[in-house]
């Protein structure tokens, strides 16, 4: 197994393109990826990229990326998540790749909520209301829960989902229950309340656990490097 530290997946766009060196032969990714990854293995993605580059100028951002999902399914390859040292929540919440199904989340649920009061009831209109509604309801909180209790990942995408419905089946049916024995009773506004508090309040506390997890990462790989010194 070789292993890949990887510290950050977006390559940077915009840059104005490198004209091609028609000349120049293609390189043999694989080989050549695997013998850079192999010669520093704190060697990042971006790190890699650039060596790549300099050797085949035709290589693009797509094919580099594609390319090394392949070799990470074929498990040549791990690629390990990492925070620069010193990173902030702030910092954290702010890499947008990385949280990007926290943002979504948050706006589902602002879709579903404005649905609810502000669309008009006719069809087809209505259609938007029942599928953010379902989302909101039958997934969300299933989904920030699941992420919360393995900030690993160490789930696939198909368990992921299942789990995601069956325990917003269960935990809906609970919040309603305890909401019942309040002074608010089950109304539309305080169910809306509880359903929205609950999924930004866990997927807020999802996103918290993740980052403390790749900050203990973080410690332990420099204190290793630091004894190997």
């Known amino acids: 197994m070789k292993w890949l530290r ?3 997946a977006s390559q940077s766009h915009g840059a104005p393109a490198l004209a ?3 000349s120049q032969p293609k390189i043999d990714f694989r080989q050549t990826f695997l013998k850079l990854a192999k010669a520093n293995q704190r060697s990042t993605l ?3 990229y650039s060596a ?4 085949d100028p035709t290589l693009t951002d797509e094919s580099f990326v594609e390319e090394v999902m392949i070799l990470s399914s074929e498990e040549a390859v791990t690629l390990e998540e990492r925070i620069p040292t010193g ?10 790749y ?7 989340v948050l706006a589902i649920s602002a879709l579903a909520v404005t649905a609810v009061y502000l669309l008009p009831g006719q069809f087809p209109i209505v259609a938007v209301r029942w599928l953010a509604g379902s989302v909101f309801v039958l997934f969300l909180p299933g989904h920030v829960t ?9 789930l696939d995408d198909i368990e992921s989902v299942a789990l995601s419905i069956g325990l917003s089946l269960a935990l809906v049916p609970l919040l309603l229950l305890v909401l019942n024995y309040t002074a608010w009773g089950i109304r539309l506004e305080p169910i809306i309340i509880t359903l929205t508090s609950y ?24 204190e290793k490097e630091s004894n190997s010194t």
Do not use: C, H
């Open 199 to 222: 999924t930004v309040l866990v997927g807020f506390a999802a996103t918290w656990r993740k980052y403390k997890l790749l900050q203990e990462s973080n410690s332990s790989r420099l």
């Open 146 to 154: 699941v992420r919360a209790l393995f900030p690993k990942r160490e």
């Open 87 to 96: 990173l902030t929540l702030p910092g954290y919440l702010s890499v947008w």
């Open 98 to 104: 990385t949280n990007v199904w926290f943002y979504i």
């Open 6 to 8: 990887y510290l950050e």
């Open 20 to 22: 091609a060196d028609v």
């Open 46 to 48: 971006r790190d890699i």
């Open 52 to 55: 790549m580059k300099k050797r």
